[in-house]
């Protein structure tokens, strides 16, 4: 069982995870001109948790993509801790991805074919790095979130929740700038929900940075900060009070109780 963190001291911002300046995106497409990002521009200090909002249309979609190095702005800089990755060449921006990211997807994105262990393994495997050293830390990860009884078990063979899980590890087997995740509860019920997130709010009470897209308000409110983007333009970035959060925590909670309840279980 996942224990719930003390509240944890706000983060130092004197390092940054990420420094988004002035970040512009324009695509044409049909010989119209659409500018997905206007100059949007804040920072993410080591150690925060940060949940990014906004209706279709926002540019939440374009952002996640810079953060995650798949696709670099027509103006501005985005810096990864101290690298650059505006100025960056497409291998440069993949090497970048493996290394120093943790991604987590909606839809878990595991390799059927693998285990467990394999799959938190595969940033390992595309920088060369399958040894016993290495081997190890993948399986202290699946120990860290919850499947050490579970190592040799496919996707196939595992709930939602436990994917989910499984991802998450596989997020922090290269010690990344930062946990990326992407709706990480959008097709999770109640009960997983509050699962996740209460392992969310342990790694970032432990120092991790995680940055959380999501659309889901009471999902927003576990993080430290709300990021909302509209028209393509930072509309605002404000801090969510301790209150706030164990409000949102409370809230949860009570919905996987419910919802255990009523199953019986």
């Known amino acids: 069982m996942l224990l719930r963190p003390s509240p944890a001291d706000p983060p130092a911002e004197n390092s940054l995870a990420t420094r988004i300046d002035g970040l512009t995106k324009e695509y044409v497409l049909k010989s119209e001109t659409v500018r997905a990002l206007r100059g949007v521009s804040f920072d993410v200090p080591e150690g925060d948790y940060v949940a990014i909002m906004g209706p279709s249309g926002s540019g939440k979609s374009t952002l996640l993509?810079?953060?995650?190095c798949l696709d670099q702005p027509t103006a501005g800089s985005l810096h990864l801790g101290n690298d650059n990755i505006s100025l960056m060449s497409d291998d440069q921006l993949a090497d970048i991805r493996s290394r120093r990211i943790g991604f987590v997807f909606q839809s878990y994105n595991l390799?059927?074919?693998l285990t467990v262990?394999?799959?938190?393994?595969?940033?390992?495997?595309?920088?060369g790095l399958l040894g016993p050293k290495e081997y190890k830390r993948a399986v202290d990860l699946a120990k860290r979130v919850g499947l050490g009884d579970r190592l040799d078990h496919r996707p196939n063979q595992l709930s939602g929740g436990q994917q989910q899980r499984v991802a998450i590890a596989r997020s922090l087997v290269n010690d990344p700038y930062f946990i990326?995740?992407?709706?990480?509860?959008?097709?999770l019920d109640s009960v997983t929900t509050d699962e996740i997130l209460a392992l969310f709010d342990q790694l970032n009470g432990e120092g991790r940075t995680i940055i959380i897209v999501?659309?889901?308000d009471?999902?927003?409110?576990?993080?430290?900060?709300i990021v909302q983007l509209k028209d393509g333009m930072l509309h605002s970035d404000d801090p969510?009070?301790?209150?706030?959060?164990t409000a949102a925590r409370e809230q949860q909670a009570a919905a996987a109780l419910a919802v255990k309840n009523k199953q019986g279980t």
């Open 65 to 68: 993509n810079m953060l995650g």
């Open 214 to 216: 999501t659309h889901e």
């Open 180 to 187: 990326l995740a992407d709706e990480p509860t959008g097709n």
């Open 111 to 113: 390799i059927q074919q």
């Open 218 to 225: 009471d999902v927003a409110e576990r993080a430290r900060r």
């Open 240 to 245: 969510v009070s301790e209150d706030r959060r």
């Open 117 to 127: 262990v394999e799959n938190i393994q595969v940033p390992l495997y595309y920088q």
